[in-house]
């Protein structure tokens, strides 16, 4: 990974009124958590922070002195003023002080109607300054647990919420499980108290998937407040209009990138020598978290896998590189015989995506096209189909998400082919650079007809960032670019831009072809 800064507008200017993330919590005297920390991080990613006390707790860095619940009462009326005057699209909920307050809370979240903003709760049960916050009986935690949409706790909350020791990887799946059992949509256990794991690895476990994120030890001091500060930031991207697992993605990237500017890279740099020693060293020594803005280099970006063995399963080598990474327009047709009408232009790459036809047929289809591009230098990639791209001896291949999990990755290295992986969105980016592919498509960036597309376009704002993400790797966009639309896509940075519809449904599609090339500066 390298450190370059991912310099883009921030966030994409959708709105001219900042979304609104509730953060309902406690104050902490000290700022270094609670809502103050909240407030501060919602403010960071541009985001607009309502705040609902639940108590005031006060706090030193190293202490918590004494604490102060709001009653229901009053709880209840800040959240009906500003359900009225500035509803959420999102809501935030750390320490609850007692049952009263959460069973009011539960309440109000049920009774919200659709849209109903995403809900997450922070379970935290004591503060990292040493008091206990929250004081829940266990049938009132599970009515939380099964209201709100995401629950985030550390190693030890798990291991209270679900009343389950939680010491390795099997006791902390049970315990996941055990959450799940009594409700919760989807959990994000935060590893950085997992003694067994040798790296930070925090485990997210919806109802159709699970998803590991991965980010190198960090023994260069704690950090108080990284908690609420994950949470928020979650919130902060859902309400930015991000699917959870980017959220989730972009959110331990703010954290890691919180950390590094605030504690710098090595050890031997702590701005605040610890002024007792009794405590544990999870609450010593006490910084103040420098503000980050957007995530911005591609090493606080985790490791994302989508199981747990998934890296070992590789054997961690580049794949091939490109010969020409200037790639220039590249088409994806569904027949040999575009391939042989098109590789007269002096395409630099193609794409054959066969949907149909007997495995004969097929077959067919890719060794005629192997040999049509034969003595050309256009780069020709098969769709799907890699057990006979490799037994025709194709230059490289296309492969979706889903078969990352079934094909033989290190028999395509093996036997020399190129290996172009498709992404939609930050945390599959990250799934696959570490991968080493030759390059990364990046889509749909706009509306497609071509396709049936399980994910939002993207637009030309993410891709900018998604191209820095993927510095050093080559990479593709795709999706429903046009004539109208190509020169923003090329202003990206994309080394390639593919098509389908925009030349095979042009009148002519050689002249589409040259058309798009030129108004993407490529000819
Ligand atoms: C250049 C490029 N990008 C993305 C895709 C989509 O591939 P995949 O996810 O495998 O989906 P299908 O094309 O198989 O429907 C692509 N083909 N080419
Ligand atoms: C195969 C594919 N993968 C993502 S979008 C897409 C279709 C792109 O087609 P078009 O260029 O016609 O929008
Ligand atoms: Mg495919």
Same mark, same amino acid.
């Given at each position: ?8 507008p ?11 993330v509730?953060?309902? @919590?406690?104050?902490?005297?000290s ?17 607009h ?31 009906q ?21 959460? *069973? *009011?809370?539960?309440a ?16 935290? *049960? ?92 960090n ?54 020598? !610890? ?19 957007? !995530? ?17 399963s590789y ?11 200037n790639?220039?327009?590249?088409p994806?047709?569904?027949s ?44 020709l ?18 492969? @979706? ?14 036997? @020399? ?25 990046? @889509? ?9 597309? !399980?994910?939002?376009?993207?637009g ?7 191209v ?5 790797? !080559? ?29 095979t ?19």
């Amino acid at each position: 990974m390298t450190n370059s800064h991912l310099t883009t507008p921030v966030f994409e200017p959708s709105s001219v009124r900042l979304p609104v993330v509730w953060c309902i @919590g406690g104050v902490d005297s000290s700022g270094g958590a609670g809502l103050t920390r909240d407030a501060i991080t919602l403010a960071d990613l541009h985001v607009h922070a309502c705040v609902l006390t639940t108590q005031l707790t006060v706090q030193s860095n190293l202490l918590m002195l004494s604490k102060d619940s709001m009653s229901a009462s009053a709880l209840n009326q800040q959240w009906q003023v500003l359900h009225e005057d500035t509803p959420a699209q999102a809501i935030k909920i750390g320490a609850i002080a007692n049952d009263e307050q959460a *069973l *009011l809370l539960c309440a109000r979240i049920q009774s919200l109607i659709a849209p109903r903003p995403f809900v997450i709760w922070d379970p935290v *049960l004591c503060s990292s300054s040493g008091g206990v916050l929250s004081e829940l009986s266990e049938s009132v935690t599970d009515e939380l647990l099964s209201t709100v949409d995401l629950v985030t706790p550390n190693i030890d909350e798990l291991a209270k919420l679900s009343h389950l020791p939680v010491n390795d990887e099997k006791s902390l799946q049970t315990a996941i499980n055990r959450l799940k059992g009594k409700g919760a949509k989807s959990v994000y256990v935060k590893g950085g108290h997992a003694q067994w794991q040798d790296s930070v690895c925090d485990t997210f476990v919806c109802a159709s998937h699970t998803l590991y994120f991965r980010q190198p030890k960090n023994s260069k001091g704690n950090l108080r407040g990284t908690g609420c500060m994950l949470a928020s930031a979650i919130a902060a991207f859902i309400v930015h209009d991000y699917c959870i697992e980017d959220a989730l993605t972009l959110a331990n990237a703010y954290v890691s990138e919180v950390r590094r500017n605030t504690l710098g890279e090595s050890d031997s740099h702590h701005p605040i020598t !610890p002024i007792s020693n009794q405590y544990e060293t999870s609450c010593l020594p006490a910084y103040f978290a420098k503000t980050t803005g957007f !995530p911005s280099r591609a090493a606080s970006f985790p490791l994302v896998t989508f199981r747990q063995d998934e890296t070992a399963s590789y054997d961690n080598e580049r794949f091939p590189a490109l010969t020409r990474t200037n790639l220039g327009i590249y088409p994806v047709v569904d027949s040999v015989q575009w391939i042989a009408r098109l590789w007269s232009t002096g395409v630099k790459i193609m794409q054959l995506r066969v949907k149909q036809g007997s495995e004969d047929d097929i077959r067919q289809q890719i060794k005629e096209a192997i040999a049509l591009v034969a003595h050309t230098d256009c780069q020709l990639f098969i769709n799907d189909y890699w057990q006979l791209a490799i037994e025709l001896g194709a230059y490289g291949v296309h492969l @979706g998400q889903e078969d990352i999990d079934t094909a033989d990755l290190n028999a395509i290295r093996r036997a @020399g082919l190129r290996l172009g992986i498709s992404t939609h969105g930050f945390a599959e980016i990250q799934r696959v650079r570490a991968l080493n592919p030759s390059y990364i498509a990046l @889509g749909h960036i706009f509306p497609t007809n071509t396709k049936d597309m !399980p994910s939002k376009p993207q637009g030309v704002a993410r891709l900018t960032k998604y191209v820095k993400l993927c510095e050093g790797i !080559p990479t593709v966009a795709i999706g429903g670019i046009n004539l109208t639309r190509i020169s923003e896509v090329a202003e990206t940075g994309v080394n390639g831009i593919a098509v389908v519809s925009a030349i095979t449904q042009a009148e002519q599609p050689l002249k589409a072809y040259q058309a798009l090339a030129r108004e993407a500066g490529f000819a």
